[in-house]
T-cell receptor, first 114, second 115 residues
């Protein structure tokens, strides 16, 4: 079994300040982990993925995440928030042999203040 | 390259009716997955099709079904609609056959309202 917990349902930051979105996972198998972003009335877009290579993963739009097995965490960070980053972010876990059957966290809504 | 196309984008049905949603994947993608998104339950996996075969199925009742055609287009059907079926239904496609997955390309969804 596997599950994902996103520790904050809402995060609010000021433009230009760092972003931290927290994610903890649980998996009986070596997991693959992802972050997806969903802008209002849009589908989801892949930000970045971890699949057992480097533990620090860089994604699009300046986002990155670090896989920490000892802490079962995969937190998403960005050094400087931009207004266009306001969206909902989903942490996702899957097993490597599970095809495209993804388990999503509950989501974190990021608000960016001017 | 065209993205994942879902039709219809919005629809309203009444309880007891049935609905069919359509998804056209990105050209060349052979895997199509369906997800349900609701405010209460979040995003939940419905099923995945690859080369016209259901490869995985989520924990949904038998009222939810799907299929995939030889051109990789997929449809999902919900029979005997209930109020709780109101949701955004997202389709995603992928070219990955085996191994690490998750690189899904999502459509913008079909928003179903059941009255």
């Amino acid at each position: 079994a596997q599950s994902v917990t996103q520790l904050d349902s809402h995060v609010s930051v000021s433009e230009g300040t760092p972003v931290l979105l927290r994610c903890n996972y649980s998996s009986s198998y070596s997991p693959s982990l992802f972050w997806y972003v969903q802008h209002p009335n849009k589908g989801l877009q892949l930000l970045l993925k971890y699949t057992s290579a480097a533990t620090l993963v860089k994604g699009i739009n300046g986002f990155e995440a670090e896989f920490k097995k000892s802490e079962t965490s995969f937190h998403l960070t960005k050094p400087s928030a931009h207004m266009s980053d306001a969206a909902e972010y989903f942490c996702v876990v899957t097993r490597r042999d599970a095809g495209n059957m993804l388990t999503f966290g509950g989501g974190t809504r990021l608000m960016v203040k001017p | 390259k065209a993205g994942v196309t879902q039709t219809p984008r919005y629809l309203i049905k009444t309880r007891g009716q049935q609905v069919t949603l359509s998804c056209s994947p990105i050209s060349g993608h052979r895997s199509v997955s369906w997800y349900q998104q609701t405010p209460g339950q979040g995003l939940q996996f419905l099923f995945e099709y690859f080369s016209e075969t259901q490869r995985n199925k989520g924990n949904f009742p038998g009222r939810f079904s799907g299929r995939q055609f030889s051109n990789s287009r997929s449809e999902m059907n919900v029979s005997t609609l209930e109020l709780g079926d109101s949701a955004l239904y997202l389709c995603a496609s992928s070219w990955v056959e085996q191994g690490p997955s998750g690189e899904l390309f999502f459509g913008e969804g079909s928003r179903l309202t059941v009255l």
